[in-house]
């Protein structure tokens, strides 16, 4: 059985963050990839956990320095995958990435053998409803990031697989058996 990289897509607030800890929670063998950004710390975010949280003087010389296996940037932050990161726990077992629709291109660009998968809401009305609950951004925030799940979603024909997140546990177990699937291939 190989080990897989997989890439977890979708809008943000579609619950994507809940379903990645679930998985890396039930699969020991599955190691959750922590990205580099540049935006400040939410409240019970710690540096090195949720994020490297880095200067976006210290990001663009990781940028000079090819040390991103794709980065974006959002709401005038930047986002990046950091490359030795994953190379290293890859070598280990099966890497996830929770990264939005243009980085997931960009990593099947240079590994085609990574697998997308897209969760997608069942409806707008309960994205913005986790958003609003969420309470951690304004309104205005939050109608940026709906506006951006239209985008997202309009790509969802490049990924591999899309998996609604109406039941956790179901899209849960459903992307396991993708894993399962795609590891033995
Ligand atoms: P948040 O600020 O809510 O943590 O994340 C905002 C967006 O950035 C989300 O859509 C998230 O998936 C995306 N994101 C997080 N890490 C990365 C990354 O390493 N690369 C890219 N391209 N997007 C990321």
Known sequence: MR???????????????????????????????????TRKMREGERDGKEYFFITKEKFLQKIENNGFLEYSSHFDNFYGTPKQFVHEKLEGGDVLLEIDVNGGLEVKKNYPSAILLMVVPPSIEEVRRRLISRNTETVEQIENRLSRMEYELSKKELYDYTVINDDLLTAVAEIEDIIKKEKSR
């Open 3 to 37: 080990n897989v990289l997989i890439v977890l897509s979708g809008p943000s607030g579609v619950g994507k963050g809940t379903i990645a800890k679930l998985l890396t929670e039930r699969n020991e063998n599955l190691f959750l990839s922590i990205s580099c950004t």
